[in-house]
């Protein structure tokens, strides 16, 4: 789980790794398959110079003859997961009522092609729009293709030449400045943001 998108809709999950673990789940897993803890360092210091996101678990394990069969993860864990997850749903549906409002016509940019842009083809109807560009700010992304299409950084000759109807942004993190780029333009194309500025 990724704590530093805690905010965002479903940001603590990330689909590049799974790194779901408490020391105890982590704890549990290991002894199921026979190993014991012998050392432990959970680091939460965000300037170290370590490249993953933090917390960070850090850990030591010797093979052991014998697995150790422990209890069930504690309550308070799976509590604070589903809490987190049901405390998203709320916003996944608003995103979705988005969505569903653009017209199956429209030619539509999505802005945004990150874990975001996956969530939101996995949980809604984006895909079945009438996506005619995709922009992301990340110059590594660009050139890359998506659904067939380039990835470009935005261009406003897209609005100006008819080739973009409207825009949906597709990141919470990014949305309030990338909102502030497209407010210029919404007497000629439709911004659709996702989430409360």
């Known amino acids: 789980m990724d704590c530093k998108f805690i905010e965002e809709p479903f940001g603590m999950f990330c689909d590049e790794h799974v790194n779901c673990f ?24 965000s ?15 010797k093979k052991i003859n014998k697995p150790i069969i422990r209890k069930k993860v504690s309550q308070k864990a799976e509590e604070a997961l589903k809490g987190y997850i049901n405390g998203n749903v709320q916003a996944l549906e608003n995103a979705q009522g988005i969505i569903n409002s653009i017209g199956g016509e429209e030619k539509l940019a999505v802005w945004g092609v990150g874990n975001h842009l996956s969530m939101l083809f996995a949980n809604t109807e984006l895909m ?14 660009c050139s890359l293709t998506l659904m067939n299409k380039k990835i470009t950084a935005f261009t406003d000759d897209d609005i100006a030449n008819g080739v973009v109807e409207s825009i949906l942004i597709s990141t919470y993190t990014a949305q309030i400045p990338i909102k502030v780029v497209l407010d210029k333009y919404k007497s000629k194309c439709n911004v659709y943001t996702l989430y409360n500025d």
């Not at 002894?31 to 959970?42: C, M, T, V």
């Not at 300037?47 to 394990?61: D, F, L, M, Q, V």
């Not at 729009?129 to 992304?141: A, G, P, Q, T």
Request: proline residues 2%; neutral net charge; charged residues 15%.
């Open 22 to 45: 408490t020391l105890e789940s982590l704890n549990y897993m290991m002894n199921s398959l026979g190993f014991q803890l012998i050392s432990s360092n959970i680091i939460y210091d």
């Open 47 to 61: 300037y170290s110079n370590i490249t993953a996101a933090n917390p960070c678990i850090s850990t030591i394990w």
């Open 128 to 141: 079945q729009k009438n996506i005619v560009k995709f922009y992301d700010s990340d110059m590594k992304k």
